[in-house]
Nanobody
């Protein structure tokens, strides 16, 4: 199983980016998929997840980020709007057939993509 993130980069504060995560090796149609991030010197934190019950978000990104998926493409997306410098981090894609959680105990992880927001 492989999760490959793309779409990271450098953006000014207030700008937008869309991250993509393509899964291969199995179909994740009914599995939970999500995003975590880790900023330098900080612990990894939950960002968003999508499951059959819908989307779930960290309070820090609620109203600015939107998680979605395309099951036909086995891909999950994270649309990030109104970006802030504090959103700067490596963003990791995750997947787990058992469901989602705000903890880091997910079955599958991508390698991460860097998002840098300049002020």
């Amino acid at each position: 199983v492989q999760l490959v993130e793309s779409g990271g980069g450098l953006v000014q504060a207030g700008g937008s980016l869309r991250l993509s995560c393509a899964a291969s090796g199995r179909t994740f149609g009914t599995a939970a998929m999500g995003w975590f991030r880790q900023a330098p010197g900080k612990e990894r934190e939950f960002v968003a997840a999508i499951s059959r019950s819908g989307g779930n978000y960290a309070d820090s990104v609620k109203g600015r980020f939107t998680v979605s998926r395309d099951n036909a493409k086995n891909t999950v997306y994270l649309q990030m709007n109104s970006l802030k410098p504090e959103d700067t981090a490596i963003y990791y894609c995750t997947a787990d057939p058992a469901g989602w959680s705000r903890s880091g105990s997910w079955a599958y992880w991508g390698q991460g993509t860097q998002v840098t927001v300049s002020s």
